[in-house]
């Protein structure tokens, strides 16, 4: 078992390669997202995520459908959300495909709840905006409670009540898919995930650290607070960007076309001081590696490592080339490096197989009347 996971996330844009002027079709992009998970098992990794959009120019409106369909074509690979809206989906629409897509996957299933970061997508499926947190919190109540309890009645504000409700199928082995709460600047996700001793996400791609380190500590601390274990022993993922190259000056030669276009921060700030300030590295493997391990002491020891290589526009064969550089060169070394020193009580990053031995030793040490009742 890996004491952290390593792995790559996509939010599945369809853009123009800057360098050819080239657009590929919504086919080929969504061939290249399993191609590219398919790879991602093959050098080794843990995790493929893939984001949820409802708008061009993305193209990964069905989560579980692509997951299903990877989950058939993969052994190992823990098959995850970057994010799911938890705000615009029905709870138990949410409850009912990811325990479906966990049988499918013999347990290989986890996800990330999120807002989303496009605010038309709330009119579009009947909500308001103005309600995001709100919309959060309740929605994922009545979906924790949706997979663990088998009879569920319950009203709120935002759906119309249940009576009597039994969520099919029910989750693999009695034990839910792991939960982590994305967000990049709310502090009532983090508090929300601390509540539940559920997984804290930092998707730190866009912002200074500083920003994140105050929402992570806040997480740890309340996850303390709520009686889930030690500040260390929350369990924390975060994002991060790459772009490889033996030659670092041959690195940013080749990214600096697809930087400056990229529909989300292109045209903005320059590369240099992008890759001053935020996580992305564009270089050689050591560079990479020793960009990471510094998120340990900015974040302390965390469990989940998410990279982005598949955007702006990257043609399918050069993301297969950083993925067998990543899988080859950095992956093995960061996991060595991250290893050590690593104290023993942080846990390791979870599994379902883990999960479920500790529901069964739970259920063991349990008072044998609460047992019964």
Do not use: C
């Amino acid at each position: 078992m890996n004491a952290m996971q390593f792995g790559i996330f996509t939010v599945g844009d369809v853009t123009p390669d800057p360098t050819t002027g080239r657009t590929p079709t919504e086919h080929e992009r969504i061939k290249a997202m399993v191609a590219i998970a398919q790879k991602a098992e093959e050098v080794g990794l843990d995790v493929f995520a893939t984001g949820e959009h409802h708008n061009p120019p993305f193209v990964p409106s069905s989560p579980t459908t692509m997951l299903g369909y990877i989950a058939a074509r993969t052994e190992r690979l823990i098959l995850s959300t970057s994010t799911t809206l938890i705000t615009t989906n029905d709870p138990v629409k949410i409850a009912e495909d990811y325990a479906m897509l966990q049988h499918l996957a013999d347990g290989r299933v986890d996800l990330m709840m999120g807002r989303g970061n496009t605010g038309p997508v709330y009119p579009w499926f009947g909500k308001d905006i103005r309600q995001g947190i709100p919309l959060a919190v309740e929605n994922y109540a009545l979906l924790h409670e949706l997979w663990r309890k088998e009879v569920v009645n319950w009203e709120g504000k935002f759906r119309t009540p249940l009576q009597s409700f039994t969520s099919t199928p029910r989750p693999l082995d009695g034990v839910p898919p792991f939960v982590w709460h994305g967000s990049i600047r709310s502090p009532e996700i983090a508090e929300q995930a601390a509540y539940y001793g559920d997984g804290f996400f930092a998707n730190n791609i866009f912002w200074p650290k500083d920003h994140f380190r105050k929402l992570i500590n806040l997480y740890r601390e309340r996850y303390a607070h709520y009686g889930h274990g030690t500040p260390d022993q929350a369990m924390v993922g975060l994002g991060g960007q790459l772009f490889l190259h033996k030659n670092s000056q041959e690195a940013v030669r080749r990214f600096r076309p697809y930087f400056d276009n990229a529909p989300v921060y292109g045209h903005g700030p320059s590369l240099e001081d992008f890759t001053s300030q935020t996580p992305l590295t564009v270089g050689s493997p050591q560079e990479a590696i020793e960009k990471t391990l510094t998120f340990r002491e900015s974040f302390g020891d965390y469990q989940r490592q998410l990279f982005l290589m598949d955007h702006a526009g990257l043609p399918l064969k050069t993301v297969l080339e950083q993925l067998d550089i990543l899988g080859e060169e950095v992956v093995p070394v960061l996991r060595a490096e991250f290893a050590k020193n690593r104290p023993a009580n942080v846990p390791d990053a979870p599994t379902h197989a883990a999960r479920v031995a500790q529901a069964l030793a739970d259920s063991d040490s349990a008072p044998k009347e609460a047992n019964a009742s």
